[in-house]
């Protein structure tokens, strides 16, 4: 058995302390939906913010007081509200505006020469997240007493906030030594560690913490997460570990589940499937969660680790149209009636987050990254620029990050027809239910009782797309691959990878066995 891992790190506070785990990134509870109410609701979350502050400066010592008055001013700063306010002018939604501003301060402060003006970054981070919770109504929670914080980085208020009176400790992948929580860990003796790369860890494990040494010891079965994985293999990768499902003439077929909300992802079981399509809508209930990056990539890498070894694919925001997102009615792009990829290349300052938080995720497992709704071939070349910008400013802040397969869903009869021209996606996948409805006209309403009488003209479809894919790897994730009615037409048609809803696995899978590859029935059946 592996005894535990003791990773190296730099001591930013003497002392030893041990502790369950408290892993900072963290997926929480959904985020109540409300609408942002522009510049006024602005003013008032930082009002709120301020008042935070104050109130934790009430009895703090002299240092902590100094951490907190540099906040406040910095909230009452008017270039800040000005900088927001010029953003929110351009039809940025007033949560993407702040985000902007801020994100534009950190960035500066983590590009500079000295360190101490680098250590602030994580100040103004504490700022802009204070000010995001007091916008969504979800301001930020402790954490149990007596736990040592894992994460990238600790605010100061967060630090102050907490009752160490029961001991703890902290452990950061990245920090520094000269940081304002280093600062406050040594005043209060909290020990404290900083540096130690990233690693893997289950919430509630043990966990201790050198702060004379500069170490930390995790239990046996964690892990040191290295700067660079094993290379990923594509979405629609068709070989299944061991080659445990073959059709009856002993084709392999891949056999993955669709993910549509939090409790499905638990109820994922590596050792029989990967993740064929997660739509990431559940991710955020709100506006405030489509800008909060951490959010987004707590639950991304759970996903991810709960895969283990098994691919997953992420679907980006399908949002627009009948699918609105509460806070965000008021954007031009939103009214004039854009929906998936057009909406988020309408809007980047969307699309711009929720990479961040794909690209970091990406080095937990096996991702690869899907593109809703698209026609057009420059509108993957434009999202995959995005990506690539957002990986070089990762790449400037040591972030780690990792650049995932981009495909595309296969849910535009204009695209399926097209598909050969679509050069820069790395897999297809079919997306049967707007395919369904775009193809026989049908309102969202009257899909259901249209499937049945346009399944011909949807399986005709799909059949000469996938000639069209010209040997990238192609899946199909809609309902249409969840009845074993069509598996006969799907599999003549050459598709080799289907996603199903969990229930519909069991069924999918008995029929794949009785059929042969062309889709006959197998001998006997």
Same mark, same amino acid.
């Given at each position: 058995m592996a005894g535990p891992l003791r990773l190296k790190a730099k001591s930013a506070s003497p002392g030893i302390a041990s502790g369950p785990a408290f892993l900072a990134e963290r997926p929480g509870a959904p985020a109540?939906?409300?609408?942002?109410?522009?510049?006024?609701a602005l003013e008032?979350?930082?009002?709120?913010?301020?008042?935070?502050?104050?109130?934790?400066?009430e009895g703090a010592d002299a240092e902590s007081r100094d951490i907190i008055d540099f906040q406040i001013e910095v909230l009452r700063d008017p270039t800040i509200a000005e900088a927001t306010g010029a953003r929110m002018e351009t039809d940025a939604n007033v949560v993407f505006a702040w985000v902007a501003t801020l994100d534009a301060y950190i960035g500066e402060l983590e590009a500079a020469d000295e360190e101490q003006m680098r250590a602030r970054a994580v100040d103004i981070l504490d700022i802009k997240n204070r000010v995001l919770g007091a916008l969504a109504g979800t301001p930020i929670a402790d954490f149990p007493s007596g736990s040592v914080f894992v994460g990238k980085d600790m605010e100061p208020s967060r630090f102050l906030a907490h009752d160490w009176s029961n001991g703890g400790g902290i452990a950061l992948f990245a920090g520094s030594t000269a940081g304002h929580v280093a600062l406050l860990?040594?005043?209060?003796?909290?020990?404290?560690?900083?540096?130690?790369?990233?690693?893997?860890?289950?919430?509630?494990?043990?966990v201790s913490v050198d702060g004379n040494a500069g170490a930390v010891v995790l239990q046996a079965g964690s892990m040191l997460i290295p700067p660079l994985a094993p290379a990923q293999a594509?979405? $629609? *990768?068709?070989?299944? +570990? /061991?080659? &445990?499902?073959?059709?009856?003439?002993?084709?392999?077929?891949?056999?993955?589940?669709?993910?549509?909300?939090p409790a499905e992802i638990d109820a994922l079981d590596p050792t029989t499937a990967g993740v064929g399509l997660m739509r990431s809508e559940f991710s955020t209930a709100s506006v405030a969660d489509a800008a909060n990056e951490e959010r987004q990539l707590a639950i991304y890498r759970r996903v991810l680790e709960q895969a283990g070894e098994r691919p997953v694919t992420?679907?980006?925001?399908?949002?627009? $149209? *009948?699918?609105?997102? +509460? /806070?965000? &009615?008021?954007?031009p792009a939103l009214a004039s009636g854009l929906r998936g990829i057009r909406l988020l290349l309408a809007q980047p300052e969307i699309a711009r987050v929720q990479a961040r938080a794909l690209l970091r995720a990406a080095v937990f497992g096996r991702l690869s990254v899907m593109l809703p709704?698209?026609?057009?071939?420059?509108?993957?070349?434009?999202?995959?620029?995005?990506?690539?910008?957002?990986?070089?400013?990762?790449?400037?802040?040591?972030?780690?990050?990792?650049?995932?397969?981009?495909?595309?869903?296969?849910?535009?009869?204009?695209?399926?027809?097209?598909?050969?021209?679509f050069g820069s996606a790395a897999f297809f996948s079919f997306g049967t239910n707007d395919l369904t409805q775009y193809l026989a006209a049908s309102a969202r309403e009257d899909v259901d009782?249209?499937?049945?009488?346009?399944?011909?003209?949807?399986?005709?479809?799909?059949?000469?797309?996938?000639?069209?894919?010209?040997?990238?790897?192609?899946?199909?994730?809609?309902?249409?691959?969840?009845?074993?009615?069509?598996?006969?037409?799907?599999?003549?048609?050459?598709?080799?990878h289907f996603s199903v809803a969990p229930a519909r696995r069991p069924a999918i899978r008995s029929a794949i066995i009785g059929l042969n590859a062309d889709g006959t029935r197998a001998a006997g059946e």
């Amino acid at each position: 058995m592996a005894g535990p891992l003791r990773l190296k790190a730099k001591s930013a506070s003497p002392g030893i302390a041990s502790g369950p785990a408290f892993l900072a990134e963290r997926p929480g509870a959904p985020a109540a939906p409300r609408t942002a109410g522009g510049y006024a609701a602005l003013e008032k979350a930082i009002d709120i913010s301020i008042g935070e502050l104050a109130r934790l400066a009430e009895g703090a010592d002299a240092e902590s007081r100094d951490i907190i008055d540099f906040q406040i001013e910095v909230l009452r700063d008017p270039t800040i509200a000005e900088a927001t306010g010029a953003r929110m002018e351009t039809d940025a939604n007033v949560v993407f505006a702040w985000v902007a501003t801020l994100d534009a301060y950190i960035g500066e402060l983590e590009a500079a020469d000295e360190e101490q003006m680098r250590a602030r970054a994580v100040d103004i981070l504490d700022i802009k997240n204070r000010v995001l919770g007091a916008l969504a109504g979800t301001p930020i929670a402790d954490f149990p007493s007596g736990s040592v914080f894992v994460g990238k980085d600790m605010e100061p208020s967060r630090f102050l906030a907490h009752d160490w009176s029961n001991g703890g400790g902290i452990a950061l992948f990245a920090g520094s030594t000269a940081g304002h929580v280093a600062l406050l860990a040594r005043a209060k003796s909290v020990p404290m560690v900083v540096g130690t790369g990233r690693f893997s860890a289950v919430d509630g494990d043990p966990v201790s913490v050198d702060g004379n040494a500069g170490a930390v010891v995790l239990q046996a079965g964690s892990m040191l997460i290295p700067p660079l994985a094993p290379a990923q293999a594509p979405a $629609g *990768d068709t070989q299944t +570990a /061991g080659g &445990e499902l073959r059709t009856a003439d002993g084709v392999p077929i891949l056999l993955s589940i669709n993910i549509n909300e939090p409790a499905e992802i638990d109820a994922l079981d590596p050792t029989t499937a990967g993740v064929g399509l997660m739509r990431s809508e559940f991710s955020t209930a709100s506006v405030a969660d489509a800008a909060n990056e951490e959010r987004q990539l707590a639950i991304y890498r759970r996903v991810l680790e709960q895969a283990g070894e098994r691919p997953v694919t992420i679907r980006m925001l399908d949002i627009g $149209g *009948d699918k609105p997102l +509460a /806070g965000l &009615e008021d954007l031009p792009a939103l009214a004039s009636g854009l929906r998936g990829i057009r909406l988020l290349l309408a809007q980047p300052e969307i699309a711009r987050v929720q990479a961040r938080a794909l690209l970091r995720a990406a080095v937990f497992g096996r991702l690869s990254v899907m593109l809703p709704m698209v026609t057009f071939p420059d509108e993957i070349d434009r999202m995959r620029e995005i990506f690539r910008e957002e990986a070089e400013k990762l790449g400037r802040r040591s972030l780690l990050h990792r650049m995932p397969p981009i495909g595309m869903m296969v849910e535009v009869p204009a695209a399926a027809l097209m598909l050969d021209t679509f050069g820069s996606a790395a897999f297809f996948s079919f997306g049967t239910n707007d395919l369904t409805q775009y193809l026989a006209a049908s309102a969202r309403e009257d899909v259901d009782a249209d499937a049945g009488k346009a399944a011909p003209a949807v399986l005709r479809l799909i059949a000469e797309a996938v000639k069209l894919a010209a040997g990238k790897p192609v899946s199909i994730c809609g309902d249409m691959a969840g009845d074993p009615s069509y598996l006969p037409a799907l599999l003549a048609a050459g598709l080799r990878h289907f996603s199903v809803a969990p229930a519909r696995r069991p069924a999918i899978r008995s029929a794949i066995i009785g059929l042969n590859a062309d889709g006959t029935r197998a001998a006997g059946e």
